[in-house]
Structures are given as structure tokens and as C-alpha cells.
């Protein structure tokens, strides 16, 4: 009811809200369902609780789907609104700007799941890096999780060390008393510290010398029994019924010598075989010789053939080209003379049309008159 009364909601505005309160923290979160109450809500910076008006300061959160990014320099002092206006990311949509503190760095709020890779600040190029915020630490009860200015045990003053309750700020506890809050945020000097292991190229060498020692004793040792190489269960020799030195050239199946005296009578019909296609090639080749000579003769022959009717064509055409450019010109000649086109064109213009007429009417005439 407290803070329907303070953001002055309707009574539909009031359904659509939900108040979360954290353990240890002094804090509310108000979860809306409409942008109208949302509005209202952020505005408001008081609420009447136990008698008495309480200070607040509320601000929205991002949404779900949202990331937070971070731009350096930017001029400190800048409001949100300024850099609203100034700041332009393309193709990404900014919730929200602000400068952090009193630094010229700005943490800006991006509907998307990855910050761009730059923006756009008065038509200048600047980078934007992801935020990695620090983890919360509160000097009042030496607690992680939240800062001081929202703690719930604002009036309580402990001990550093030993997280007793004190009297006042200054008393403090002497002897050597082991920190409460073994943590990396509470003091830069007590971060341990772990350097990077860096191997040099001298220790690098000593360690491979003292694997193999550059000894020439006991590089000629290394095959022998006093030094064998080291072998695991997988990659072990299997041992041997006699040494090396002691074996024959004898093959052994199943413990019993292989005689190669049975095998001769198969090889030897094995080359005889190979002999007999080998003549046989040989035969063949013999009598395929002929025949490719003689269809190499006819080829020669047809195109020495070929060669005679193409002179005899060449001739034939030097032969007829002069009567073919006399019928051209006459040709051409006809086609420019104008009383011949006349004539052939309009045969009644010819002297003797009116004749021909006169006597194919009385020869009408007269068949009539029969």
C-alpha cells in the first residue's frame, strides 16, 4: 500500500506489481507487468513507512536479453541525457547511458547478447569493451554481496579481523588474529599473487640433459642390457625360445620345420606355364604384323586418292569461274534497263495490246452470229 500511495497508482496498476525483499540487504526489488506503473514507480523518491517519510532511490534494471558495455574517454560530467542523444551504436539499440562516478568512462545498456564493437560519439569512433563488474563488498558488516549505502546493519561497527561487535570505530583488536574474509576484494595488498611459470631455454636444456646425458659410455650402452629402452605392458617384446645368435634360418609352424623341397614341383609348372604364354604372345604378335602393315598401305593410298580429287576440283572451279561471271554481268545488265522492267511489268502499255483486244472481240462476234 506504501508504495501505491507514493507512485499515485491506479488500482489496475497496482494488481500488475510484485515486491521482492532480499534477506541482509536493505533493498526492494518491484517486479511490473505494465510499462504505465513502471513510469510512475521510477519517479517517485519517497515512501511513507512507521510514522516517518524514507528517502529511496529507484532505478529500472535491464531486461533479460540485454548486455552492458563500456566506452572510455568520454567527458566526466556528462548526464544520461546528453549521451542518449550523443551516443548512436548502428544496429544496436541503447537502453541506457551513464558515466561511472566521477571517471570518464560511460556504461551503457544494449538490447542484445554481445556488446558492438564500436559506437558512435558526436560522429567520432570509440571502442566498446564488455563490463566486468567487481564483486560487491560492504565496509559496514564486512559482508560480500552488496555496498554500504543499501546494508541493513548501518549503525553496527565490527572488526576487521575477527568480525566481533565493537564500541567504537576506533578501538581495534591487537595480536595476530586471522582475517574473517579471506577475500580478494576486500584488500589489493593481501591478493595472492600466482606468476606465470616461464620456462627458459637453460632449464629447458638442463632437463633434456638430464633425461639423455651426452655421455658416450652411456650412449653405447643404450642397446645393451645394463641400459635397454624402457617399454610399457603394450609395447613390450615378446621373448624369444632362442637368442638371436643361437637361431637358425629354418622356418618353424607350430614347432615343426617347413620343408621347401615340396614346393618345387608346384613353381616349376607355375614358370612352365608362364613359358608357354610367353610363345604364344610371341605367335600372335608374328601374325597381327602383317595386318597392320597392309591397313597402313590402304591409308596411304586413300589419301594420296583424296589429294588427286581435290586437284581436279580446284581445276573444275578455275574452269567455270569465268562463264559464271559472264552470266552475272548479264544479269545485271537486264536487271538495269528500264524498258525491259517496263515492258515485263505493265503489259498494257505494250503497242500492240489494243490489236490483240480488237481481235479477240470479233472473233467473239463472230462465233455468235453462227
Known amino acids: 500500500m506504501a508504495i501505491d500511495s507514493a507512485a499515485n497508482l491506479l488500482q489496475s496498476e497496482a494488481k500488475a506489481i510484485y ?29 511513507y513507512m512507521g510514522g516517518q517519510t524514507r528517502r529511496v532511490r529507484i532505478y529500472a534494471t535491464a531486461p533479460k536479453h540485454s548486455c552492458r558495455g563500456i566506452v572510455l574517454v568520454i567527458e566526466a560530467g556528462t548526464s544520461p541525457e546528453e549521451l542518449m542523444q550523443d551516443l548512436c551504436a548502428p544496429n544496436w539499440d541503447v537502453l541506457s547511458a551513464r558515466i561511472m562516478r566521477r571517471s570518464e568512462t560511460a556504461l551503457l545498456t544494449f538490447r542484445s547478447t554481445y556488446v558492438p564493437r564500436f559506437i558512435l560519439n558526436h560522429r567520432d569512433k570509440y571502442d566498446c569493451k564488455p563490463h566486468n563488474p567487481k564483486a560487491q563488498f560492504c565496509f559496514t558488516c564486512y559482508g560480500i554481496g552488496h555496498r554500504a549505502d543499501i546494508c541493513a546493519q548501518a549503525g553496527v561497527v565490527k572488526c576487521k579481523a575477527c568480525d566481533s561487535l565493537l564500541d ?43 633425461k639423455s646425458p651426452k655421455h658416450p659410455d652411456k650412449l653405447l650402452l643404450r642397446n645393451s642390457e645394463e641400459e635397454s629402452p624402457r617399454r610399457t605392458s603394450l609395447t613390450q617384446k615378446r621373448e624369444l625360445d632362442t637368442p638371436y645368435s643361437k637361431r637358425q634360418s629354418a622356418v618353424l609352424i607350430n614347432n615343426q620345420e617347413l620343408d621347401f623341397s615340396e614346393l618345387k614341383t608346384p613353381i616349376s609348372g607355375i614358370t612352365a606355364k608362364l613359358e608357354a604364354a610367353t610363345k604364344a604372345a610371341e605367335g600372335l604378335e608374328k601374325k597381327t604384323h602383317p595386318l597392320f602393315m597392309e591397313i597402313e598401305q590402304k591409308a596411304e593410298q586413300s589419301a594420296c586418292q583424296l589429294a588427286l580429287m581435290m586437284e581436279k576440283i580446284d581445276q573444275w572451279l578455275k574452269a567455270v569461274q569465268p562463264s559464271l561471271q559472264d552470266i552475272q554481268r548479264r544479269l545485271s545488265g537486264l536487271e538495269s534497263t528500264p524498258s525491259s522492267a517496263h515492258r515485263f511489268a505493265s503489259p498494257r502499255s505494250h503497242p500492240y495490246a489494243s490489236e490483240a483486244k ?6 467473239i462476234t463472230n462465233n455468235g452470229d453462227t
Open 168 to 210: 567504537t570505530p576506533d578501538q581495534e583488536h591487537s595480536g595476530n588474529i586471522q582475517r574473517t574474509i579471506p577475500h580478494v576484494q576486500t584488500a589489493n595488498k593481501l591478493t595472492p599473487r600466482h606468476p606465470r611459470r616461464r620456462i627458459s631455454r637453460e632449464s629447458r636444456l638442463e632437463r633434456n640433459t638430464r
Open 19 to 47: 515486491v521482492d525483499v532480499p534477506r541482509h540487504q536493505n533493498m526492494a526489488v518491484i517486479k511490473s507487468l505494465r510499462d504505465s506503473a513502471t513510469e510512475k514507480i521510477v519517479q517517485f523518491t519517497g515512501i
Open 358 to 363: 480488237q481481235r479477240q472481240r470479233n472473233l
